[in-house]
């Protein structure tokens, strides 16, 4: 009788339940289109969730269609709908600079990732405004000096040949076949970004650990963000919070070992020089110590370099790759020019100044990052209303979506057309002339810090690759196709034939 009784109650309460939900519906169809006002969208979106299945399935295609949308438009902008979100793609140039523009507390706020607070933490640059965040970027500008490049130069070289070495010989090793070089790109990267940055600090098995950890972070940029236990999303958060307390004690022991007067070796080092100075100065004067100076803050902050660094370079990287192989008139400027410089039996780096020699080699890393630009979305939320146009204002909490790699298509003559040649030629000079859709750094105040750092080894990566290794793409239909890993990277993974071009390979 009992069991009766409830199913009697469960039956009588199923209408309300269905009307809850279709209100429910309703009210969520009639903010959407309210916030949607005139831009293109879908008609109806799905409760809740919206268009994020689409999204995590195909991300190219999500985003395809959003610039479409856009452009189709004329209007420049389009709307959707993603984990009860509202959210605005902007393909405009011009639009997108508004966005950079106006980071600021009443306006918008850089996140990084639709979950990014959530992912990254609270110690992190990108979520900073105003005075603070210019004092900040005036400590990290002694990372990025002259000298501090040049010493990041020699152990870039070291981690790059060392790669390349053993790509060559586990291609000897499997008979010359093609192989990805994604994957073998990013464990380059993350060993790089380790050393230029941490150095000294990260012993064998905490690197073993960051390794693991990062890629806890890599597949829960992609995931769905559901924090619970045995969700990829957790894992991510979990494995930051690991990640910034072991930067945070390189940044401690830097600090000891600046404190005692040792000579900078990597990032951390030129940043605590002048910040041991500081705190030193402050404790002397009976002051507190300087803001952004505590060693879990500083972890957050190497995070963030870190964050930038490896998976862009990875996707720049490959896509470089693949642009000497479509065009070898290209790659013959490239070594012709490396070799006037420098040679493999030299048995010594390239120099800075070599570096800054290799006036054409800049123009094709300028341009493989204008043509593939490897972080092609930068997401902001509106921290209130927005007028962004004329006729449309940006709804307080909509997730926006400055396109830089729509950007990067815009003004640019024949912008499909890999053509280093816009940035060396000096009658054409578009970098200057069209400058404002090269956005692949970003524009406004929270412009990349470190995009000298991230084109040097694009450069050096080039000059060294084709010195030493012979290659060829192992091209199949579609193989260039554009797809997300977070960054975009060819759909193959960059599968190339691999042997070695020069007579002793070098070493340093």
Known sequence: MAAA????????????????????????????????????????????????????RDPTGFWDAQAARARKSGAGLAADFLIGRFVVFIRDSELSHRVFANVRPDAFHLIGHPFGKKLFGDHNLIYMFGEDHKDLRRRIAPNFTPRALSTYAAIQQRVI???????????????????????????????????????????????????????????????????????????????????????GECARASKARMRAGGEPECLVDYWMQETVREIDEAKAAGKPPPAHTDDEELGG??????????????????????????????????????????????????????????????????????????????????????????????????????????SSFQGFPEPDAFDPERFFSEARREDVVYKRNFLAFGAGPHQCVGQRYALNHLVLFMALFVSVVDFRRDRTEGCDEPVYMPTIVPRDSCSVYLKQRCAKFPSF
């Open 5 to 56: 009784a409830e199913f009697l109650d469960l039956r009588a309460a199923a209408p309300f339940v269905v009307a809850a939900l279709a209100f429910y519906f309703l009210v969520e169809q009639l903010s959407y289109h309210r916030k949607k006002g005139p831009l293109p969208g879908p008609s109806l979106v799905v409760p809740f969730v919206g268009s994020v299945a689409h999204m995590i």
């Open 161 to 247: 040949l060392s790669h390349l070495r053993r790509w060559l010989d586990r291609s000897a090793a499997n008979g010359g076949k093609a192989e990805p070089i994604r994957v073998p790109c990013r464990d380059m990267n993350l060993e790089t970004s380790q050393t230029v940055f941490a150095g000294p600090y990260l012993s064998k098995e905490a690197r073993e650990k960051f390794e693991r950890d990062y890629n806890f972070f890599n597949v829960g940029l992609m995931a769905l963000p559901v924090d619970l236990p045995g969700f990829a999303f957790r894992s991510a958060r979990l494995g930051v919070a690991r990640l910034v307390r072991t930067l």
């Open 301 to 406: 902050f190497l995070f963030d370099f870190l964050f930038a660094a490896q998976d862009a370079s990875t996707s720049s990287l490959c896509w470089a790759v693949s642009a000497l192989d479509s065009h070898p008139d290209v790659l013959a400027r490239v070594r012709a020019e490396v070799a006037s410089l420098w040679s493999p039996d030299s048995g010594e780096p390239i120099t800075a100044e070599k570096i800054a020699e290799m006036k054409y080699t800049q123009a094709v890393a300028r341009e493989v990052v204008r043509h593939r630009p490897p972080a092609t979305l930068v997401p902001h939320i509106a921290g209130e209303e927005f007028q962004l146009t004329e006729w449309y204002t940006i709804p307080k909490g909509t997730i926006v979506f400055p396109s830089v790699y729509e």
